[in-house]
Every structure is written in C-alpha cells, then in structure tokens.
C-alpha cells in the first residue's frame, strides 16, 4: 500500500517513515508542498498523512495541501489534542484527525486502512450521484415531489417543458402542470391508482392534458413513482412532451383511415366485378348451353358416332363452365361479419345439412357420428356451406368403401377447434397447402367431378373470422380437417334486471323453504332454481351455458355442507371457468364466527349470509350489489378486481359482522374505507379511527353516517379539508347547532351551504 508522509519539518518524518514500512506500508516522504503533485503523478498513493508532531496544526497548511491533493484519503496526525481543531479539519475534508501520545501504532493503522475504505465509498456514491443527476438532466422531465404533492425539485427540461425555472415551482403542488378543470378530478385519479397498489415502490402511468406557465395546453405521458420514505410517502415523476408524437400518430392513422377505405372500395369493387362478370358469363353459357341441346335434338343420332362424341363434350364442359363461374360467384359473396356478433348453433346447422345432402348420404350409405357441438359466433349461412362442402367432399372421395365420417369439437382458450374425420383415400402431405387454393384438383375431373373451389371457400370463411383450418392425413387411411372458430358471445345477466334469476344449492328441505320464504317477503322479483347438491348445481350450469336461449343465473346462494360435492369444491369450479366465475356466489353458512367467515374470504366468495336467511338479510344484500353495479356502469367507481369487488359488497352491507368491518377500515382503498365509513353498522371505535383517516373521502363518509356520535361530527366540523366541511354543511341530519357553526365558516361555498341547509329546516 502506497502512502504519502507530509511534514513541514523533514526531520520529523524518520520516526513516522520507519514505523509505517515495519507495518508493510510503501512510504513516500516530502515537507515540500510544491513537490506533492509530482509525487502523486507518479506513484500510485492510496492516502497521504498530514504530520503535525512538532508543531502546533495549522489550518491554512492542511487547506493548502487539501487543495493540491483533491480526491485522495487525508488523514492529519497531530500532537494537538482539541477538539475544536479536529472538527474544523474533518469539515475542511479531512478523512480522519489523529492524535499522537493518545492513539497507538496499531489504531493508526487501521485508521488509515478505514480512511482508504471510505473514501473508494464515497468516490463510487459521488459518481452514481453524479451520473444520476447527469441522466435525470438528460432524460425526461423529471419532476420529486414530497407527501402534500409539493415539488421538491425539477430539472433542467422539465424548466423547459413547463418553462417555470426551479425557485419559482419549488414548493408549489403538482397540480400546476395541469389545466384548472383537470386538477382536482386527475390528481384524485392518479392518488385513488397509487393507494390502490402494494408494496414499497408503486408506479402508474398514461396521458394527460398539461399546461405551461403561458397557460399553454399539450399532451403529456407520464410515469409517476409512489416511493416510502421513513414513515411517509414521496413521489417522483418522468413527464415527456408527446406533441410531435400525438401529431404524427393522428397522421399515420389518417393515413391507415385513407389507406383502409381505399382497400375496402377496392374489394368493393373486385367483388362486383367478379358478380358482373360471373353473371355476363353466365348469360352466353346458358345461350350456349340452349342451341347445344337444340342440335343435339336435330342431329344426334343422324350423324357418325365422332360427331355425337363432340357434342357431348360440349354439352359437358358449357355445364361445366357454369359450375365454375357459380363457384366465382359464392367465393367472392363471403362476407367479413367484423362488427356483427352472431350466435349460431353447430348442432342445429348439421341438422339442416344432413337434410340438404339426405340423397347422397342416403345413396352412398354413408355413417354420419355427430357429438355435440357447441355455439359460435359465426354467421348461420356460412356455418351450412362450411360444413356442406367438408361433408360432401369426405364422401365425394371415400373410393370404394362405405363413408364413416366423424365430426367433433373441442375449446381451446378462447377458441372452438373442429374436427371432421373420415376414412377416405388420403392427401400426400405434399399437398396439403395446395387443397385450399382456387381450382386446386388433385384428380381427373372424370373420376372425381367438381370445380375445385369447395375448400377454397371453406377456407375464405374460416379466414374471415380471424380462424385457420388445415388437413392432416395418410394416403390410404382417411384424412382429418381441423378448423378453429370463435366462440359464440354469453351474455352474462347483471345481478340486478327486471326479474333476478337466483340459483339455490342446498339439500336441507327446512333450509330450502326458510330460502324460498325469504325471497317471497324481500319484495324483490325473482326466478329461482333449485338444486339438492353440488353435483347437481354444476351439471345445471354447463347445460344453461351451452345452451343458446337460456340465461346464466344472477346470483348463486351456495350452501357449504352437502353429499355429492360441497360448496368449496363447487365454488372452485365455478371460480375456475372463464364464463362461470362473473355469476357472484353467495355462501350460505350456520356460523358468522371469525374464523369461519375468513375461511369463507379465503374461499373467494362475494358474499355469505348466516343461516337462518331472512327476508331483510337478502333484500339488503341484492340491493348492495345493485348499487355497487350502478355505481360501476355510471363511471363513479372504477373497475376492479375480484378480491376488490367482494371487499366493496361487504364494505357496504349493514349486515356485514363487526369483525369484517374492523378489517376492512385498515384496507389500503380508498373506496373500501369510505363505505365502511357510511356503514351505519360500524362500531364507533372503527369511525373514530375514520374520522383521522388521511382521505376526506373517507372522513365525508363518517360525516354521512347517522350512526356518528355528536362528539365526532363536532371534530369534523372543524376538518382542515373543505370538501369534508362542505359536505357535513349541506346533510340535512346534521346536527342544527353544528350547522350554524358551518354557516360562520371562513369559507364562502362552506358558510352558504350551511346557511341554504339551516333554511329549509325552518
């Protein structure tokens, strides 16, 4: 280790130098300053010791050595106890003050090993400072912001964006950058996603409205970061311009608008003219067609046999001339049904085109195995000639044995995949591509007669709705088409409608009964279903999902203890179907002890209700999600989760146990604590607590409550938030001395709020 000894006085520095080299350190000595940068040019030091033994310690010597020796460990070793001096020394960048006489050979050492380690540590944490601040300049605007949303800092091209310089933001709010009709509403929005997310460091982004200091608007996109600190919050946020960005993205897509209305004109117009052209061919085929049969009346038979052979290759190729140009015609009528839905039963199609080939399946003794199809969001027509064409090609090419064709179909993700099998003669695999375009034969056209569009337009309309088909096959061993479709689109019912449709799972009769009295005294209109066990209830659901003119149920009441399947195996498989988990499903259970009722959550229902059910229990409860879902489908609630969903239900419910409630009020949304905070259930400890909650949305909701005690809504009266006291000067049921101190509020909307409310109690 390289070290430079530095002493006004060289003799002083013999002592010093030989205890160091006993310790393996490489000394290099000067009392000349003038020399130092020399020796550091040179030699590879690793930290310099500043003797002062025989002489008191100069302040003025250390700044003018510091000076020369910026960005190296310095460690001063002096005979001069204070300290005061020490102090002054490590504030002047000192790395250490070491006194002679008190620290021993051995201390020194280490000291100057630790003065060496700390300063490579501050070196590395002042260059990612340094490249930190070097890429926050250079990057986006980069705005940090403290727990209130005040700005802390800003740099250079957020002064730039914004065109405030850094002494003017400093501690103005975030809000600023924004347009006045968008602050409160957007920054509400923004603070509702990040107290909505977990964890130490939480991050949202999107686009907005911002405005400069010239009141200037453009579009921003942003990323801000939620990040703890301590006890409290920050936040930081990388804002950029996207102005040149929007611009050009509105271009591109009028140039894709343009673009995309050209092409659909140019198919427009290639469909018309394949239908115009398709039907003036027809027009001399049939002519043809005509004085062909007409000669052949006159002559056939008076002429040689050469003659009537050449006749009758007319007559056959004008019909079959005909048949191609139909062919023309059907492939390039299939239509693009993009923002059609349609709802289309497989099983029903191959009724009907069993119905349109019973000759030829009849003929051919052909063995049709149909299993059950499912619906599709297909157009019916297509669906027909779909079919029609694979059918009568897997019987057109069977060869010599009977047909036996089988049809079948199975969901992928979120797709129908189909299978139509035979045993016919088989594709060499050399042709499987090949089948699917126009005109394609693979055979003589005397063996085998046809245009050779039939797979062409199978394959067109499966296209159409974004699908593939393809073929898989042995020569010899029969052939299999597979073609994907989309699924047909349930409509799940809404938990509240016109008539509720309920789905009841319980095998108690008694308990069945206390159900069915209940729903008949709630008031409410209703259709409900009953099923003795879980087996039952889930072999009822498939058959309504598949089926195309029944509904899915609203709600399902589910009780948790029955033969066959109990609830919690049942509710697991309603929550792990994609269509069966929107149905909410309420538990039915004997207990609302604790642990039974977090089991319950853990299950992941919406709801559960303590048997015996009552009239008022279901009324409250089916009104509770009516309001949730009212809330959602007006935008006052944003959408949410399951887990969200089912905190929501409970949060509101007045019949909701005290246990879950004291719970909930600790969640992390904003939205859950303040119906807690509505909940005339909640205990007044819990609204108490609410009362202080950081969110006036929430405190507004203990203001709303009637339960809240007098001694809470005088507090309240007093919020610091004017929104909350706002809200409390225009509730009727406020208290009619707390009113009057409202209508003496300094605020203006606040004081006329109260006073208007004052007045229409009179």
Same mark, same amino acid.
């Given at each position: 280790?390289?070290?430079?000894?530095?002493?006004?006085?060289?003799? @002083?520095?013999? &002592?010093?130098?030989?205890?160091?080299?006993?310790?393996?350190?490489? =000394?290099?000595?000067?009392?000349?300053?003038?020399?130092?940068?020399?020796?550091?040019?040179?030699?590879?030091?690793?930290?310099?010791?500043?003797? %002062?033994?025989?002489?008191?310690?100069?302040?003025?010597?250390?700044?003018?050595?510091?000076?020369?020796?910026?960005?190296?460990?310095?460690?001063?070793?002096? +005979?001069?106890?204070?300290?005061?001096? $020490?102090?002054? /020394?490590?504030?002047?960048?000192?790395?250490?003050?070491?006194?002679?006489?008190?620290?021993?050979?051995?201390?020194?050492?280490?000291?100057?090993?630790?003065?060496?380690?700390?300063?490579?540590?501050?070196?590395?944490?002042?260059?990612?400072?340094?490249?930190?601040?070097?890429?926050?300049?250079?990057?986006?605007?980069?705005?940090?912001?403290?727990?209130?949303?005040?700005?802390?800092?800003?740099?250079?091209?957020?002064?730039?964006?914004?065109?405030?310089?850094?002494?003017?933001?400093?501690?103005? #709010?975030?809000?600023?950058?924004?347009?006045?009709?968008? *602050?409160?509403?957007?920054?509400?929005?923004?603070?509702?996603?990040?107290? @909505?997310?977990?964890?130490?460091?939480?991050?949202?982004?999107?686009?907005?409205?911002?405005?400069?200091?010239?009141?200037?608007?453009?579009?921003? /996109?942003? =990323?801000?970061?939620?990040?703890?600190?301590?006890?409290?919050?920050?936040?930081?946020?990388?804002?950029?311009?996207?102005?040149?960005?929007?611009?050009?993205?509105?271009?591109?897509?009028?140039?894709?608008?343009?673009?995309?209305?050209?092409?659909?004109? $140019?198919?427009?117009?290639?469909?018309?003219?394949?239908?115009?052209?398709?039907? !003036?061919?027809?027009?001399?085929?049939?002519?043809?067609?005509? %004085?062909? @049969?007409?000669? +052949?009346?006159?002559?056939?038979?008076?002429?040689?046999?050469?003659?009537?052979?050449?006749?009758?290759?007319?007559?056959?190729?004008?019909? *079959?001339?005909?048949?191609?140009?139909?062919?023309?015609?059907?492939?390039?009528?299939?239509?693009?049904?993009?923002?059609?839905?349609?709802?289309?039963?497989?099983?029903?199609?191959?009724?009907?085109?069993?119905?349109?080939?019973?000759?030829?399946?009849?003929?051919?003794?052909?063995?049709?195995?149909?299993?059950?199809?499912?619906?599709?969001?297909?157009? *019916?027509?297509?669906?027909?000639?779909?079919?029609?064409?694979?059918?009568?090609?897997?019987?057109?090419?069977?060869?010599?044995?009977?047909?036996?064709?089988?049809?079948?179909?199975?969901?992928?993700?979120?797709?129908?995949?189909?299978?139509?099998?035979?045993?016919?003669?088989?594709?060499?695999?050399?042709?499987?591509?090949?089948?699917?375009?126009?005109?394609?034969?693979?055979? &003589? $056209?005397?063996?085998?007669?046809?245009?050779?569009?039939?797979? /062409?337009?199978?394959?067109?309309?499966?296209? @159409?709705?974004?699908?593939?088909?393809?073929?898989?096959?042995?020569?010899?061993?029969?052939?299999?088409?597979?073609?994907?479709?989309?699924?047909?689109?349930?409509?799940?019912?809404?938990?509240?409608?016109?008539?509720?449709?309920?789905?009841?799972?319980?095998? +108690?009769?008694?308990?069945?009964?206390?159900?069915?009295?209940?729903?008949?005294?709630?008031?409410?209109?209703?259709?409900?279903?009953?099923?003795?066990?879980?087996?039952?209830?889930?072999?009822?659901?498939?058959?309504?999902?598949?089926? +195309?003119?029944?509904?899915?149920?609203?709600?399902?009441?589910?009780?948790?203890?029955?033969?066959?399947?109990?609830?919690?195996?049942?509710?697991?498989?309603?929550?792990?179907?994609?269509?069966?988990?929107?149905?909410?499903?309420?538990?039915?259970?004997?207990?609302? *002890?604790?642990?039974?009722? !977090?089991?319950?959550?853990?299950?992941?229902?919406?709801?559960?209700?303590?048997?015996?059910?009552?009239?008022?229990?279901?009324?409250?409860?089916?009104?509770?999600?009516?309001?949730?879902?009212?809330?959602?489908?007006?935008?006052?609630?944003?959408?949410?989760?399951?887990?969200?969903?089912?905190?929501?239900?409970?949060?509101?419910?007045?019949?909701?146990?005290?246990?879950?409630?004291?719970?909930?009020?600790?969640?992390?949304?904003?939205?859950?604590?303040?119906?807690?905070?509505?909940?005339?259930?909640?205990?007044?400890?819990?609204?108490?607590?609410?009362?202080?909650?950081?969110?006036?949305?929430?405190?507004?909701?203990?203001?709303? #409550?009637?339960?809240?005690?007098?001694?809470?809504?005088?507090?309240?009266?007093?919020?610091?938030?004017?929104?909350?006291?706002?809200?409390?000067?225009?509730?009727?049921?406020?208290?009619?001395?707390?009113?009057?101190?409202?209508?003496? !509020?300094?605020?203006?909307?606040?004081?006329?709020?109260?006073?208007?409310?004052?007045?229409?109690?009179?």
């Amino acid at each position: 280790m390289n070290i430079l000894l530095i002493e006004e006085t060289p003799h @002083s520095l013999l &002592s010093t130098c030989s205890f160091l080299q006993s310790r393996g350190f490489s =000394v290099h000595t000067t009392s000349d300053r003038e020399a130092i940068p020399g020796i550091l040019a040179l030699k590879k030091i690793e930290v310099i010791l500043l003797e %002062f033994k025989n002489q008191s310690f100069d302040l003025e010597i250390f700044k003018s050595v510091r000076a020369i020796t910026q960005g190296y460990p310095l460690v001063i070793y002096s +005979s001069q106890d204070a300290q005061e001096i $020490s102090i002054e /020394a490590i504030k002047h960048g000192a790395q250490d003050f070491v006194v002679s006489g008190i620290t021993g050979g051995d201390s020194l050492v280490r000291i100057l090993h630790y003065s060496i380690a700390r300063n490579d540590n501050e070196k590395g944490l002042r260059e990612s400072q340094d490249r930190l601040k070097a890429i926050l300049q250079n990057s986006d605007a980069f705005l940090s912001m403290d727990c209130n949303w005040n700005i802390t800092d800003w740099n250079s091209l957020a002064e730039k964006t914004f065109g405030w310089n850094i002494t003017e933001i400093q501690g103005k #709010n975030f809000s600023l950058i924004l347009p006045p009709y968008l *602050r409160r509403p957007y920054l509400k929005k923004i603070k509702e996603r990040l107290n @909505s997310l977990e964890g130490d460091i939480a991050r949202v982004q999107g686009e907005v409205l911002a405005t400069n200091n010239a009141g200037f608007e453009f579009p921003i /996109a942003y =990323v801000i970061f939620k990040i703890k600190n301590d006890n409290d919050y920050m936040y930081c946020a990388f804002v950029n311009d996207i102005t040149e960005k929007r611009n050009a993205k509105e271009e591109l897509e009028h140039l894709v608008q343009e673009r995309t209305l050209k092409l659909t004109q $140019s198919n427009e117009q290639l469909r018309q003219f394949a239908k115009i052209a398709s039907h !003036d061919l027809q027009e001399p085929l049939r002519s043809m067609q005509g %004085f062909v @049969s007409l000669l +052949s009346e006159n002559i056939k038979g008076k002429i040689d046999s050469e003659s009537d052979e050449y006749l009758d290759f007319i007559e056959k190729s004008s019909k *079959r001339m005909q048949e191609l140009v139909r062919s023309i015609l059907q492939h390039s009528e299939i239509k693009t049904f993009s923002d059609e839905e349609f709802v289309t039963d497989c099983n029903s199609v191959l009724e009907e085109v069993v119905r349109n080939l019973k000759d030829t399946i009849k003929e051919t003794n052909t063995n049709l195995e149909i299993h059950p199809l499912p619906e599709v969001g297909v157009e *019916r027509g297509q669906m027909v000639q779909l079919f029609q064409n694979l059918i009568s090609n897997a019987i057109k090419y069977q060869g010599n044995e009977k047909p036996d064709i089988q049809i079948s179909a199975e969901r992928i993700i979120d797709k129908w995949i189909f299978s139509v099998r035979d045993k016919s003669m088989g594709i060499d695999p050399s042709n499987y591509d090949k089948i699917f375009d126009m005109f394609a034969r693979l055979h &003589s $056209s005397v063996k085998y007669p046809g245009t050779g569009m039939g797979l /062409a337009i199978c394959k067109k309309i499966v296209n @159409s709705y974004e699908g593939s088909i393809w073929v898989e096959s042995k020569l010899g061993e029969g052939s299999i088409f597979f073609f994907t479709l989309p699924p047909a689109k349930i409509v799940i019912e809404k938990p509240i409608s016109n008539e509720i449709n309920i789905l009841l799972v319980e095998d +108690s009769p008694a308990d069945v009964k206390l159900a069915k009295e209940a729903l008949r005294r709630s008031g409410l209109k209703y259709q409900l279903t009953v099923a003795n066990d879980g087996l039952e209830a889930l072999t009822y659901l498939q058959r309504v999902k598949a089926s +195309s003119n029944r509904s899915l149920p609203s709600i399902i009441l589910l009780d948790l203890n029955m033969p066959n399947m109990n609830g919690h195996q049942v509710l697991n498989e309603i929550k792990d179907d994609p269509i069966l988990k929107e149905i909410p499903v309420i538990l039915l259970t004997v207990s609302d *002890r604790p642990t039974d009722i !977090d089991e319950a959550l853990r299950l992941k229902m919406n709801y559960y209700v303590p048997k015996p059910v009552t009239a008022k229990k279901i009324s409250t409860l089916i009104k509770s999600f009516h309001e949730l879902n009212m809330q959602s489908s007006l935008g006052l609630i944003s959408s949410c989760d399951e887990e969200t969903h089912i905190k929501l239900i409970m949060a509101g419910n007045p019949h909701t146990s005290e246990h879950i409630l004291k719970q909930l009020s600790d969640d992390i949304d904003e939205k859950i604590r303040s119906r807690i905070a509505e909940n005339v259930n909640t205990p007044q400890d819990v609204l108490e607590k609410l009362s202080l909650d950081l969110s006036s949305l929430v405190r507004l909701g203990v203001c709303d #409550n009637p339960a809240s005690s007098i001694t809470l809504l005088e507090k309240l009266a007093q919020d610091k938030s004017e929104d909350v006291r706002l809200g409390m000067s225009e509730n009727p049921n406020c208290p009619e001395s707390l009113l009057k101190i409202l209508a003496d !509020d300094e605020n203006t909307f606040v004081s006329s709020a109260a006073a208007k409310t004052l007045s229409s109690l009179e």
